[in-house]
């Protein structure tokens, strides 16, 4: 998604097991594989060590950029050594239909009526809810923007711009910025017209843009001055706030929000331990401990009202800033995705 990962590294625990036994009990150690980043260090605190401290199991961590092709290739040799991996929306309803994700039964996690309808599928259990916002620096502009259409207002708004490398949300906005509705935006990008209407109205700016492709690119690109406003992760701002940077702001106006999900891979042989681990992480107080690090809201409803009422204003799925906020249609991007980042990317080389 939205988190730039570095190499996988999975890392050995030699004699854990036998450790373990002479302290009693044997724990099965699971390995959980995520984005990396900020969202990793905070996985750690809320989800890693408690689990390890509750269970004596370890977490056995490693990182991955979301590509599919290393699941696909351990499910099909049956030599499956991920057991919980985290996963974008797209990619979990594609792996879901390919057979490379475990149907879940939501008896051994939670009652779903605990989740956010839409974070609970027949392959996955929704993490956290980010959002993609209209981030600028405030020393660099004037006037505060309010809108993704004055993203496109380069005469009130001199400068470049920051978006991200690909057609998914690029197009939403630029539909947002020509006047259409989000409840409208997917039945327009259904069509050629809309398509087209899209792509015409970023070539309005396409000379003022700067594309970023890894989450920590937007907040660095904003607070060295190299673009006066951006799309970006609303996790990644809020960091750079935290670390100082207090010129950059959010605009929530028509953000885009979407869930990442934990999900777990046909063929682990320890398939049990990996429902155990995705039930811990969902409580809802594992998942208030997870919005304290980093400003993603909780997909547990009782999670939600835990949260540090300081913090709740931050997160996507507080109530003013999911006003005017709209989901990313997963279905049509697995249906169009394809088709659509092809042309994008023929558009980009231009």
């Not at 509750?54 to 499910?75: D, P």
């Not at 956010?116 to 923007?145: H, M, Q, R």
């Not at 904003?222 to 100082?244: C, H, P, Y």
């Amino acid at each position: 998604m939205h988190r730039i990962p570095s190499k996988v590294r999975p890392l050995a625990v030699a004699g854990a097991a036998a450790m373990s036994l002479l302290a009693g009990t044997a724990h099965a150690d699971i390995t959980v594989i995520s984005f990396g980043g900020t969202n990793q260090k905070a996985q750690v605190k809320a989800f890693y060590e408690p689990y390890t401290k509750a269970t004596g199991s370890k977490i056995i961590q490693g990182e991955y950029n979301g590509e599919q092709a290393k699941i696909k290739a351990m499910v099909g040799a049956k030599n499956v050594s991920w057991d919980v991996v985290e996963v974008e929306s797209p990619e979990l309803v594609r792996g879901c239909e390919e057979g490379l994700y475990e149907k879940l039964d939501f008896a051994r996690i939670g009652p779903k009526a605990d989740f956010i309808p839409a974070a609970v599928t027949e392959c996955g259990v929704g993490i956290f809810v980010w959002s993609t916002v209209l981030a600028y620096n405030s020393d660099a502009l004037k006037a505060a923007p309010t809108s993704w259409a004055d993203f496109w207002d380069l005469k009130k708004f001199p400068g470049k711009r920051g978006m991200r490398k690909g057609a998914k949300f690029t197009l939403e906005f630029a539909l947002i910025a020509d006047g259409v509705k989000p409840e409208n935006v997917y039945k327009e990008l259904a069509t050629k017209a809309g398509v087209d209407r899209a792509f015409k109205k970023l070539d309005q700016i396409k000379p003022h843009i700067r594309w970023w492709e890894a989450g920590a690119q937007a907040p660095q690109l904003l607070a060295a001055g190299d673009v006066v406003m951006t799309s970006a992760f609303n996790g990644r701002i809020a960091t750079a706030q935290k670390e100082g940077k207090k010129n950059l702001k959010m605009v929530w106006t028509n953000n885009i929000y979407d869930f990442d999900s934990w999900a777990i891979p046909v063929g682990t042989p320890k398939k049990d331990e990996a429902y155990k681990f995705i039930a811990f992480a969902s409580k809802p107080e594992n998942q208030k401990v997870f919005a304290g690090e980093i400003p993603y809201g909780p997909t547990n409803l009782k999670g939600t009202a835990l949260v540090d009422k300081a913090i709740v204003p931050e997160l996507p799925t507080a109530p003013q800033n999911m006003k005017g906020a709209f989901a990313s249609n997963t279905q049509f991007w697995v249906e169009h995705g394809e088709d659509l980042e092809q042309r994008f990317n023929a558009w980009a080389a231009k």
